[in-house]
Every structure is written in C-alpha cells, then in structure tokens.
C-alpha cells in the first residue's frame, strides 16, 4: 500500500477492523463517563471520543476510496467529503469535525475538562456510529459480522 499526502491506500478487511477499534474506543468512553465522578476529568472520554471518530471515518473513507488518513487529524474531514462527496452529510461533517476538533487539546492540555460535557460527546458519538452504521451497510460492509 502506499502513502499519499497524509493519506494511506489499504486493502480488503481495513474497513472492518477500524470499525471493530471505534466501538472499542466508542465503550471505552461510555465506560469511562459511567465513572466520572471517579475520573474528575472529562478529558479521558474525549480523547477517547475522538479516537473512535477517527476510526469511524477511516472505516468510511477505507470502504468508499480504500484510503485512510494519517497523523494529520485535520484533513481526516477532507477526506471524508473527498471519499463520500455530495452525499456526505453536512450535518455529519460538522459533527464529525466537533468530535476530532478538541483531541489535540485534551490529550495534550493540563486543564481538566468539565465533566458535564461527558454525557454531550457520548450522545454525538453515539450519532456519528449510527450514521457510520448505516453508511458501511450501503456497501455491504456489515460490522456486526
């Protein structure tokens, strides 16, 4: 396979592995957010948040242009309309682009995030998967396999 840009051609089966690691990453922060009151940061369910965002997309643009994004989190949205294009919705984009927007900050700020935005990053990721879902299923791509 190879690089271009900050993209990454993949093969068969990539789309269903990222898919298997967002739920992953998707349960490891609803897990975490169960036990806010333990965490006193909401940074751990964001940074989690994003991870499984990223894998969520990287499952869509695998299926629909066999790319993947690499390291530079800010085109992974650029890549996703170039993958899905007019039928992207731009109401996914913009969420897509709230959820990966704070990873750099939370992963990498010393500010403890407020807890009471936990139960909002479940709710849009719990929204952005359902899409996604429904997306890989257009092509065949079943992730409870």
């Not at 919705?89 to 990873?103: M, T």
Request: glycine share 6%; hydrophobic share 40%.
């Amino acid at each position: 396979m190879t690089r271009t840009g900050t993209s990454k051609e993949v093969g068969p089966g990539h789309a269903l592995n990222r898919f298997r690691k967002a739920r992953a990453y998707h349960e490891t922060a609803r897990l975490a957010c169960e036990h806010i009151d333990r965490l006193g940061d909401s940074d751990p369910i964001a940074s989690n948040v994003a991870l499984a965002a990223i894998a969520y997309a990287d499952a869509i643009t695998a299926t629909y242009s066999g790319l993947v994004n690499q390291k530079d989190h800010a085109t992974a949205a650029k890549l996703l309309r170039n993958s899905l294009g007019k039928s992207l919705p731009d109401s996914q984009l913009r969420l897509f682009v709230k959820l990966v927007g704070a990873k750099d900050e939370v992963q990498y700020g010393a500010r403890p995030g407020r807890s009471d935005a936990a139960a909002g990053l479940i709710k849009n990721l719990d929204e952005f998967a359902r899409w996604t879902r429904t997306v890989l299923a257009a092509r065949s791509v079943s992730p409870d396999e």
